[in-house]
Nanobody
Framework: QVQLVESGGGLVQPGGSLILSCKVS???????MGWYRQAPGKQRELVAR???????NYADSVKGRFTISRRNAEGTVSLQMNSLKPEDTAVYYC?????????WGQGTQVTVSS
C-alpha cells in the first residue's frame, strides 16, 4: 500500500513563503508527482507537477512564484511557495500517478492571512 505524507503547511502572511514536502512510502521513479489544492467551495485543482526526468507544469496562477522539485532516491517531492497571496489559501494535496493509478496524501492546510 503506497502512502503519501505531506508536511509543511501552516499560517503565513501575504508575501511570505512556505515549503511543502511529501514523503512517499515506496519508489517514485517512473511516476508523475504533483501538488493539487482545494479551497473551500471549489474543486481540487492542479498546482504543479513534475515527471521523473524533470519536466514541470504549473498552473498559471502560481507561475513564477512556486517551484516543484523531486528527489527520486529519497522518494520526496517538494513545493517551494513564494510571494504567497490570500487566494493561495487551500488544503494542498500530494499526488503520485502513472497511466492507470493515482494515490493521494491526506492534505496539509495552507492559510495566507494577515
Amino acid at each position: 500500500q503506497v502512502q503519501l505524507v505531506e508536511s509543511g503547511g501552516g499560517l503565513v502572511q501575504p508575501g511570505g513563503s512556505l515549503i511543502l514536502s511529501c514523503k512517499v512510502s515506496g519508489t517514485i521513479f517512473g511516476y508523475v508527482m504533483g501538488w493539487y489544492r482545494q479551497a473551500p467551495g471549489k474543486q481540487r485543482e492542479l498546482v504543479a507537477r513534475i515527471r521523473t526526468d524533470g519536466p514541470t507544469n504549473y498552473a498559471d496562477s502560481v507561475k513564477g512564484r512556486f517551484t516543484i522539485s523531486r528527489r527520486n532516491a529519497e522518494g520526496t517531492v517538494s513545493l517551494q511557495m513564494n510571494s504567497l497571496k490570500p487566494e493561495d489559501t487551500a488544503v494542498y494535496y500530494c499526488n503520485l500517478q502513472d497511466d492507470r493509478r493515482s494515490w493521494w496524501g491526506q492534505g496539509t492546510q495552507v492559510t495566507v492571512s494577515s
